[in-house]
Nanobody
């Protein structure tokens, strides 16, 4: 069974940086390479929002509000995806979730809290 664990969240001042990790277990590196990896976030009383996606072949897409500040990447020699977040703003405060998807997998992590103070 594929399982995801996010880590790296915390409290940071506005303008600071954090790097989130999403470690996938229950999948070989070959299987991990077939996953589309996506980071989502959910702020209090708001709907879950797609933040960034990295596709097979490493093409990336971002929601407009994080373009130029966040970078999604993956370690295809292992089974981990990352979200590097720079120039953080208070409005980036949310629980960040990782998702792994392919033709027969749609797995979520438990989330990691990111809090940006002004």
């Amino acid at each position: 069974q594929v399982q995801l664990v996010e880590s790296g969240g915390g409290l940071v001042q506005s303008g600071g940086s954090l790097r989130l990790s999403c470690t996938v277990s229950g999948a070989s590196t070959a299987r991990f390479a077939t996953f589309v990896m996506t980071w989502y976030r959910q702020a209090p009383e708001k709907q879950r929002e797609l933040v960034a996606t990295i596709f097979v072949g490493d093409k990336t897409t971002y929601t407009d509000s994080v373009k130029g500040r966040f970078t999604i990447s993956r370690d295809n020699a292992g089974t981990t995806a990352y979200l590097l977040m720079n120039s953080l703003k208070p409005e980036d405060t949310a629980v960040y979730y990782c998702n792994a998807k392919n033709f027969n997998v749609n797995a979520w992590g438990q989330g990691t809290q990111v809090t940006v103070s002004s």
